[in-house]
Nanobody
C-alpha cells in the first residue's frame, strides 16, 4: 500500500502561481511514476503532468510552458509548480502514484485549485 498526502492548493488570481506537493509513503517501488491529474465536476479526470523515477516527464499541452513538475526521490515527493494560472485551471487536483509495468495505482484525496478571473 502507498499513501499520498497532498498540499498546496488554494485560491489565486489569474496570472498568479501555486505550488502543489505530494508526499508518498508506504511500499515505494524504485520504478514508479508520480504525477498530477485534475478533474472538474461532471468531467473526466485528465493528466496534467507526470514524472518517472528516472526523471522522464510528460505534460498535457494546455499547461506546457506554464507548469513544471519535479520530484525528490529521497523524500518520495513530487511538486507541481504552476505559473501564469488561468481561470480554466480551476479544478480539483489529484496526486497519482503508480508502479511502472504493473497495475498498482494510487490516488491522493485531491486538493482544490481555484483561479479567480
Amino acid at each position: 500500500q502507498v499513501q499520498l498526502v497532498e498540499s498546496g492548493g488554494g485560491l489565486v488570481q489569474a496570472g498568479g502561481s501555486l505550488r502543489l506537493s505530494c508526499a508518498a509513503s508506504g511500499s515505494i517501488s524504485s520504478f514508479n511514476a508520480m504525477g498530477w491529474y485534475r478533474q472538474a465536476p461532471g468531467k473526466q479526470r485528465e493528466l496534467v503532468a507526470y514524472i518517472t523515477s528516472g526523471g522522464n516527464t510528460n505534460y498535457v499541452d494546455s499547461v506546457k510552458g506554464r507548469v513544471t513538475i519535479s520530484r525528490d526521490n529521497a523524500k518520495n515527493t513530487v511538486h507541481l509548480q504552476m505559473n501564469s494560472l488561468k481561470y480554466e485551471d480551476t479544478d480539483v487536483y489529484y496526486c497519482n502514484y503508480r508502479v511502472l509495468y504493473s497495475t498498482y495505482d494510487y490516488w491522493g484525496q485531491g486538493t482544490q485549485v481555484t483561479v479567480s478571473s
